[in-house]
């Protein structure tokens, strides 16, 4: 299976903050990553597909990079209601794998 | 507009079965797959399995094999999952979504497994 790993697992933050997590695959996945926002008690929403497409809806500063083993999600400048966390998904290969989450909060 | 609907809440003791339902509405049913994903209480997020809604194609995670079934009825536009042999580690909130790069989900379902 492709294990999927995240960094930092925590991120403290502030508004108007520009915020960088990386997602690394234990091997290639192409461009086959998705990045969702999850917010306590809610079901996930996804934001970025194929590494790098934003979602239908998805403000701007929600931004996809990478290819490979090696992506970012970068928040341009972050709001209040992006205070959540943050999950990569691996879908090259099944079984289909999550990253263990980047919790993002205030500083 | 494009919605999954998934049944109620569920309350199981030990080695029963539950089965979660997922209704599809807004979209052709058979035009993608299903995908089955559950959040143990503080936990990150676990990818159950696949279903190909067009032909039945059906992916399980290993570690779930022989206990789930993933199931489509297309004359209803619904998806099934059964876990059977229920643990006490099985309660999670149970969520279905369209597609393997989840664009759409439905709204979750609690399984509690208690004695």
């Known amino acids: 299976d492709i294990q999927m790993t995240q960094s930092p697992s925590t991120l403290s933050a502030s508004v108007g903050d520009r915020v960088t997590i990386t997602c690394r695959a234990s091997?290639?996945?192409?461009?086959?990553l998705a990045w969702y926002q999850q917010k306590p008690g809610k079901a996930p929403k996804l934001l970025i597909y194929?590494?790098?497409r934003l979602e239908n809806g998805v403000p701007s500063r929600f931004s996809g990079s990478g290819s490979g083993t090696e992506f970012t999600l970068t928040i341009s400048s972050l709001q209040p209601d992006d205070f959540a966390t943050y999950y990569c998904?691996?879908?090259?290969?099944?079984?289909?794998?999550f990253g263990p989450g980047t919790k993002v909060d205030v500083k | 507009q494009v919605q999954l609907v998934q049944s109620a809440t569920e309350v199981k003791k030990p080695g029963a079965s539950v089965t979660v339902s997922c209704k599809a509405s807004g979209y052709n049913f058979t035009s993608y797959g299903v995908s089955w994903v559950r959040q143990a209480p503080g936990q990150g997020l676990e990818w159950m399995g696949w279903?190909?809604?067009?032909?039945?194609?059906?992916k399980y995670a290993q570690n779930l094999q022989g206990r789930v079934t993933m199931t489509t009825d297309t004359s209803t536009s619904t998806a099934y999952m059964e876990l059977r042999s229920l643990r006490s580690d099985d309660t999670a909130v149970y969520y279905c979504?369209?597609?393997?790069?989840?664009?759409?989900w439905g709204q979750g379902t609690t399984v509690t497994v208690s004695s």
């Open positions: 194929q590494a790098s």
């Open positions: 979504a369209r597609n393997q790069g989840m664009d759409v």
């Open positions: 279903i190909s809604a067009y032909n039945g194609n059906i």
């Open positions: 091997q290639s996945i192409s461009v086959w």
């Open positions: 998904q691996q879908y090259n290969t099944f079984p289909s794998t």
